[in-house]
């Protein structure tokens, strides 16, 4: 199985400032056709996941442009330009190259 | 898109509960369909897939005791969970890919 590594934040973040969340994954997510397999989600206090970002950098419908996706085959970032209140929650990255589906173990924004 | 999921509940270790997951606003026959679930505090756990043709398949942690189905007629999904034991305790999840999830479904397994 694929294992999914994240890192934590140094909560809390000041409103305003900017936050990273690192994922790393045991296996290369780049496929052969260029895309990599990977999915970054928020899930509110309460609330089912939210998809931000699918194949490693794309923004899902509605999301704000604060959040964006980068990195390499195995090593990517979750970014947050100027965190807000409404961003508090767990950020989980997944991969999605193959079965099973894994996920990270999660990491907590918490807003000063 | 709306995914309900239903059907949770308090079940004694060993029993059997089936779940299920009314599906609206689109083509249901035409997507595969995902059960993620999330015990008590933890992480998310993907649990089995059906495709479009009802391919399945399953995480070890529960192959051999949960059916993943489909009624394409009835546009629901559905999970049966047999020998039920404490770890399967947890929110279940419905979703279309990765855009789409349900409100969840609470199973406890506890005597």
């Known amino acids: 199985d694929i294992v999914m590594t994240q890192g934590a934040l140094p909560n809390p973040v000041p409103s305003g400032e900017s936050a990273s969340i690192t994922c790393q994954s045991s296996k290369s997510l780049l496929h052969s056709n260029g895309k990599t397999y990977l999915n970054w989600y928020l899930q509110r206090p309460g609330q089912s996941p939210q998809l931000l970002i699918y194949w490693m950098s794309t923004r899902a419908s509605g999301v704000s442009d604060r959040f964006s996706g980068s990195g390499s085959g195995t090593d990517f970032t979750l970014k947050i330009s100027s965190v807000e209140a409404e961003d508090v929650g767990v950020y989980y990255c997944?991969?999605?190259?193959?079965?099973?589906?894994?996920f990270g173990s999660g990491t907590k924004l918490e807003i000063k | 898109v709306q995914l309900v999921e239903s059907g949770g509940g308090l079940v004694q270790p060993g029993k059997s509960l089936k779940l299920s997951c009314s599906a609206s606003?689109?083509?249901?026959?035409?997507?595969?369909m995902h059960w993620i679930r999330q015990a008590p505090g933890k992480g998310l756990d993907w649990v089995a897939y059906i495709s479009s043709s009802s391919g399945t398949v399953y995480a070890d942690a529960v192959k051999g005791r949960f059916t993943i189905s489909r009624d394409n007629a009835k546009n629901t999904l559905y999970l049966q969970l047999n020998s039920l034991k404490s770890e399967d305790t947890a929110i279940y999840y419905c979703?279309?890919?990765?855009?789409?999830w349900g409100q969840g479904v609470m199973v406890t397994v506890s005597s």
């Open positions: 606003g689109f083509t249901f026959s035409s997507y595969g």
């Open positions: 997944q991969q999605f190259l193959e079965y099973p589906l894994t």
């Open positions: 979703a279309r890919g990765p855009h789409y």
